[in-house]
């Protein structure tokens, strides 16, 4: 099992929308907003760092309203 973070900045206005659309995709197991330099802190609990890419590079990233991510994998 591999446990990372996606932390999600998004364009004005857009936290509310985007923490309800991130914590619905398969693979995120919590969602929060957050204060800081970005809005939403995703936690992702899948079977391999495939898995991580492939939600935060191609699911999230591609959501109407990011501006930008970073993907930190837990050791």
Not at 5 to 10: H, M, N, R, S, T
Not at 18 to 30: K, M, R
């Amino acid at each position: 099992m591999v446990t990372a973070y996606v932390l999600v900045k998004a364009n004005t206005g857009e936290a509310d929308r985007l923490l309800d659309e991130i914590a619905s995709v398969d693979g995120v197991t919590d969602a929060h907003i957050v204060a800081g330099d970005v809005d939403v802190i995703a936690k992702l609990d899948v079977e391999s760092p495939t898995d991580v890419k492939d939600i935060a590079a191609n699911t999230i990233q591609h959501t109407d309203g990011v501006e930008d991510t970073e993907t930190y994998i837990s050791m």
